[in-house]
């Protein structure tokens, strides 16, 4: 329920950030103020998910979303036609990511036995498409009611997503689970910066996020929706709810076919030819002037990515140690970060320069030459096979090992 609300409540400021200004670049710094956060904070966010008890941080967080999305809710209900003030919430709201974040993800291999891990990512990916499906079409529907000018609009969608915050902050309070910590040794650099260093010395998890940070930073056409469906496809609000919800359709077809049938070989293989099927359905729905074929192409962007989110999300957890999954996920929290809401400035940024229509095209062109190069650089990442503990590890020994051959 949280993720319907937090998507519905995305809609609802980007709608209410392009009514006002009417700039593609606005939408741009959107992204931006909800990505700066991850980064200034990353490494010590991650410290704190192996330090510190995984369900009280997500509790604090998910706290202060409550008090974000509030605020948000007056700046509606008054009807504050200023964006820095909206632009402050959202800095807020990505600095409780940044820290629930790590948190969440270093949280989920104590709930699940390592055997069941990719089918339940897989089912918990499933579960997360639903609702991402769920709440732009929710979101656009609840922006277009009827009602009094007064909660018209923006201010009914934010107090939706206030009631699924209160549902969510209930439900991780009756958890049982309570790891503690991870990490016993006090802050210093080197604890710190412990995460960041294994990341970049093992192959298989450096490629497997670095290539999803920068096709989905060039390949992105998220935050250009509200333009596509305003002034290239004339559907109003409602054709942004289903444009948003597209992708999310695709992701969910493809993760209910993967719950039936796992992953078994090849995984490496496999995720790079679904990066590169990502950047060709970007750039056809570049090329769309139609609300079905743009539809079909998003749903083609979901669907191929969401195969990459379940190898890059069992990559990480099952070649990464426990007491290391806070700072490694953090660091993996940073490169999302940078794929999604950096990626929605570079968006607005090049949609300024170049227009909407181009700016998708050409970051299309820019994933597929990424999956080249990234398929050479990682060969290791090319070859991983089976995903579990046992096969990324072995992976690793192998290049340890070439590496030693060569000095």
Known sequence: MVIIGA????????????????????????????????????????????????????????????????????FAFHHIHHILPIYAVLFLVGS???????????????????????????WGATIFQIAI???????????????????AGAPIVYLFT??????????????SVRPG???????????????????????????????DLFAVLLGGAVALMPIFAEDILHA???????????PAAGALVVSLYLAWRPIQRRAGMLM??????????????????SMMWSMLALFVVG????????????????????EMRGRVSAVNSLFLGGSNELGEFESGLTAQWWGAVRAVIYGGIGSLMITGIWSALFPELRKADKLTSEALLNVEAQQAAREIRRM
């Open 162 to 175: 206030l009631v699924t915050l209160a549902w969510f902050l209930v439900l991780v309070g009756s958890l």
């Open 7 to 74: 998507e519905a409540q995305a809609l609802a400021v980007a709608w209410q950030i392009y009514l006002i200004t009417h700039r593609a670049i606005d939408l741009g710094y959107s992204g931006l103020a909800l990505f700066l956060p991850g980064l200034l904070f990353m490494l010590p966010s991650g410290h704190v998910a192996d330090r510190f008890d995984r369900r009280q941080v997500i509790l604090v967080c998910y706290s202060l979303q409550v008090f974000c999305t509030t605020t948000l809710f007056l």
């Open 181 to 211: 910590r991870m990490e016993h040794r006090q802050f210093s650099m080197n604890v710190i910066f412990a995460g960041f260093r294994y990341v970049r010395r093992t192959s298989v998890l450096f490629g497997s996020i670095s290539l």
């Open 236 to 246: 109003g609000a409602r054709g942004l709810g289903l444009l948003r919800a597209a």
């Open 303 to 322: 669907a191929s990515d969401m195969v990459s989110v379940v190898i890059r999300s069992s990559i990480l957890q099952l070649a990464t140690p426990p």
């Open 133 to 151: 499906i769920s709440g732009p079409a929710l979101g656009g529907l609840l922006f277009t009611l009827p009602l009094h000018n007064s909660i």
């Open 272 to 289: 790079f030819v679904c990066v590169g099927i990502f950047g060709v359905a970007t750039i056809l729905f570049g090329l769309s002037r």
């Open 96 to 122: 409780g990511r940044a820290f629930s974040g790590p948190a969440s993800s270093a949280l989920i291999p104590h709930l699940v036995p390592e055997e069941h891990f990719v089918n339940a990512v897989t």
